[in-house]
């Protein structure tokens, strides 16, 4: 997702043309970093034991990723179109196939993956069948696939986020705290579940691929781009207490998660819905936009550090689809890492190979005719001839500075 529009002010008459708004490299840097924490939360989630104490002290780290694409999604979305023209029908053409395209084509890549691997042994065809439906329904054909069924419902919704900011101007604040009361509410509930059974109990465990338990993060994520210009000048003036404000509440979090381990299974405690992780995340994400804004403005246009950062923001997307089925394939060698490495170092080595596996992927689908149906973005055209000329070219420009670099005799 490019990021394009202008700098909020007041809001413009719909009748007028809004200028394409700067690029925010920011951004970029944001969903790299987001994305790779995913896969980092994945990786040590699905290769430790599940009662591993310290293994789940570091998901309780990384739980954050929700929260923070969610935020970032509002953010990208408001930034774009708030200032603009906004028709609904044209928003939901455009951005829908972006994301429920790849999310219908990987949903029937894993639930294939799921029958050859042998997943589900003795299931007939039509037990199949119905299983790819339900899954796609309910964001089930893998464990991340739930983010692009969450993103969906804020496009459905995002005609009426506008709405309800723009019905709130200079009220903000006070639809953010309401927000955050709401969300504290409903992940205490979601912690302590009622007691229920059959089909109930299937409904409430799926609450978490609705919108709803990341409510406050959405809107969080909306009023920031909203409010765009003062939360440059907060992350100016006040950045650094952003982030040591983090780094203490995380600390506090994990001192939590330990007492808790002491009457609760480490699982438990690592719910990525305890009412206390509700400050630690927020402040988490806004400290990692401040150090990605700062990033952003010391980056030299042209640089290496800016081309890496520009290259990965592109492929992160197709990245995040692909690498599950990178984990599930490394996963037979799982104990052979952990035994030859210890876990910690063997683990790194894994999440290393996960991602290593997970970007050539992708650079192979970035370049076949499917690539925005299977990353979300352009198929990617190479062309070899430009390529070998370019290094001809290089070469004989090292072999003329050779030729006046050389002693003369």
């Known amino acids: 997702m490019s990021v394009t ?3 909020p002010a007041t809001i413009r008459s719909e009748s007028r043309p809004a200028a394409k708004r700067p690029h925010l490299h920011q951004i970029d840097l944001f969903r790299i970093v987001t994305f790779a924490c995913v896969i980092g939360a994945h990786v040590v989630g699905n290769s430790l034991d599940r009662d591993n104490v310290a293994g789940n002290g570091v998901v309780v780290l990384l739980h954050f990723t929700r929260q923070a694409f969610f935020a970032l999604t509002a953010f ?3 930034y774009q179109y708030s200032r603009k023209p906004f028709d609904t029908r044209n928003f939901w053409r455009r951005r829908f196939p972006l994301v429920g395209i790849p999310y219908l084509a990987w949903s029937v890549i894993y639930w294939a993956y799921s029958i050859v691997a042998g997943l589900h042994p003795g299931e007939g065809v039509r037990s199949a ?3 790819l439906v339900f899954e796609t329904l309910t964001g089930g054909a893998w464990y991340q696939l739930y983010f692009l069924l969450v993103t969906m419902q804020v496009y459905l919704l995002f005609p009426l986020i506008m709405r309800l900011l723009r019905a709130t101007e200079g009220h903000h604040r006070w639809v953010l705290a309401v ?3 709401l969300q504290a509410g409903a992940q205490w509930i979601l912690v302590h579940p009622p007691a ?9 465990g799926d609450l978490y691929v609705t919108i709803f338990p990341y409510q406050f993060y959405v809107l969080l994520g909306a009023v920031a781009a909203w409010h765009i210009e003062k939360v440059t000048e907060s992350v100016r003036r006040y950045g650094p207490l952003l982030v040591v404000g983090s ?3 995380t600390a506090l979090s994990e001192l939590q998660y330990y007492r808790q381990v002491h009457w609760m299974f480490p699982w438990q405690a690592s719910n990525v819905f305890m009412p206390h992780l509700l400050v630690a995340f927020t402040l988490i994400i806004f400290a990692q936009y401040t150090v990605s804004s700062w990033w952003a403005g010391h980056r030299r246009e042209g640089g290496w550090a800016a081309r890496a950062v520009k290259w990965g923001s592109d492929r992160s997307f197709g990245v995040f689809l692909v690498h599950p089925i990178c ?3 490394l996963s037979p060698v799982i104990p052979d890492f952990q035994s030859a490495l210890g876990l910690l170092w063997g683990t790194v080595m894994l999440y290393l190979c996960v991602l290593m596996m997970a970007i050539a992927i992708t650079e192979v689908l970035r370049r076949i005719p499917g690539s925005l149906w299977l990353t979300g973005r352009p198929m990617l055209h190479t062309d070899l001839f430009a390529i070998i ?3 001809r070219t290089n070469q004989s420009r090292t072999s003329v500075q050779e030729m006046h670099c050389s002693p003369t005799r």
Do not use: F, H, N
């Open 389 to 391: 000329r370019r290094s």
């Open 129 to 131: 069948v119905w299983r």
């Open 196 to 204: 229920l059974t059959g089909r109930p109990a299937g409904v409430w």
């Open 247 to 249: 780094i203490a509440a």
């Open 5 to 7: 529009a202008e700098a």
């Open 179 to 181: 927000s955050a009361l």
């Open 76 to 78: 990208v979305l408001i």
């Open 327 to 329: 984990l599930q394939v």
